[in-house]
Nanobody, 127 residues
Framework: QVQLVESGGGLVQAGGSLRLSCAAS????????MGWFRQAPGQGRDFVAA????????YYVDSVKGRFTISRNNAKNTVYLQMNDLKPEDTAVYYC????????????????????WGQGTQVTVSS
């Protein structure tokens, strides 16, 4: 069982930056691939970024490439999402998610692949 707690959301002006953190419980964090998703009002929960359990491989949705960076620190049981050059369309509740992975280099982009979810953190970008 993994429990995930996100933090770092808030209100920021367009062009600004935020860093989201997701702290995981348990001693096996390094065996889980991680992902970030977001859900805007009235919308579905969409993929944003993913990282393999080792951190060696990452993947991003096209709309955030070059602006967002996903990373992890397995010693701290934490995954991060650095968000730069934020736009109003990035406004959403951001969720981190975890899935056990037998591969050090596999990442997952489908919501249904993930078994554990955090409670979400609100990111609001004003124009």
């Amino acid at each position: 069982q993994v429990q995930l707690v996100e933090s770092g959301g808030g209100l920021v002006q367009a062009g600004g930056s935020l860093r989201l953190s997701c702290a995981a419980s348990g001693r096996t964090f390094s065996t889980y691939a991680m992902g970030w998703f977001r859900q805007a009002p009235g919308q579905g929960r969409d993929f944003v970024a993913a990282i393999s359990r080792s951190g060696w491989t990452t993947y991003y949705v096209d709309s955030v490439k070059g602006r967002f960076t996903i990373s992890r620190n397995n010693a701290k049981n934490t995954v991060y999402l650095q968000m730069n050059d934020l736009k109003p369309e990035d406004t959403a509740v951001y969720y981190c998610a975890a899935v056990y992975s037998g591969s050090t280099s596999t990442y997952y982009i489908e919501r249904a692949s993930y078994d554990y979810w955090g409670q979400g953190t609100q990111v609001t970008v004003s124009s």
